[in-house]
């Protein structure tokens, strides 16, 4: 892999981290957001996390971030996208160049991002990397997205953001709540998040967690023994009674 030569490293345990002299301060914190991401995988599935090695690159700017992206995992970038997950590596754009290079991510007061939101964006990819480093050879790339994201969204607790709780009262007070083949684009994060969460509390974390280490199927709900149009109606009253408690939360 070629580095840009203005970044250095730093190794902690099975942490390497690239980084920019201006990003020094972040080293710690990010160790400490990537340790509780791995204690979050170990206790809400009950199994060990064996990733030997993960390299963390924080890029310093938003052309250093798609250089990396494009060259290693040609997918495409926009100024919304922050992080990007490749096998046992996290590009991630550093925090510190929201302003410029990731607005909508950008806070006006110091540090000028928000921290429990870059510690959520930091997990959500460490998610990625044990989903694909765990599943069967390219199971993630035949997967529906919402599955990824769902569970991906569910371990970092992005649930707890406003903007995602804002989508998803704005989806459902449209009489909008997405079949699974219907959650794509924003829907496959908010929807799929909710969706992962029912089928965890409804089948069990080890059944959730042998498709992710046993199966390869783009029809997930095919892998579970029930009835669709059942299973469909208890996802929505579940689906309600999560709105509902976020709207009494903010009272």
């Known amino acids: 892999m070629t580095i840009p030569l203005s970044l250095m490293v730093h190794f902690k345990d099975r942490y390497r981290i690239f980084y920019s002299e201006n990003d020094s301060d972040l080293l710690d914190t990010i160790i400490q957001y990537l340790d509780h991401g791995i204690r979050s995988i170990e206790t809400a599935f009950r199994t060990r996390v064996d990733i030997l090695f993960l390299n963390v690159i924080l890029c310093p700017s938003r052309t250093v971030f798609d250089r990396f992206v494009r060259l290693f995992t040609r997918v495409p970038t926009d100024r919304r996208r922050i992080g990007q997950p490749q096998s046992h590596d996290i590009y991630i754009l550093s925090p510190k ?27 959500h990819e460490l998610v990625h990397v044990w989903e694909e480093l765990s599943s069967p050879r390219q199971a993630m790339d035949i997967r529906p997205g919402w599955f990824s994201e769902g569970l991906a969204m569910y371990i970092s607790e992005s649930y707890t953001e406003r903007e995602f709780k804002v989508r998803l009262k704005d989806d ?12 794509t684009g924003e829907k496959a994060y908010t929807w799929g998040c909710i969706l992962f969460e029912f089928l965890i509390r409804r089948f069990g974390v080890q059944k959730i967690l042998s498709i992710i280490t046993d199966t390869c199927e783009e029809d997930i709900i095919s892998l579970l023994d029930t009835d669709s149009e059942s299973m469909r109606k208890e996802f929505i009253e ?14």
């Not at 459902?172 to 959650?183: A, I």
Request: glycine share 4%; with cysteine; net charge negative.
């Open 238 to 251: 579940f689906a309600k009674g999560r709105i509902d408690n976020n709207a009494a939360a903010r009272r």
């Open 97 to 123: 160049c929201y302003k410029d290079d990731a607005p909508s991510y950008a806070r006006d007061e110091s540090p000028f991002y928000d921290v429990k939101e870059f510690k959520h964006n930091l997990v």
């Open 172 to 183: 459902y007070e449209k009489g909008t709540v997405p079949l699974p083949e219907e959650m």
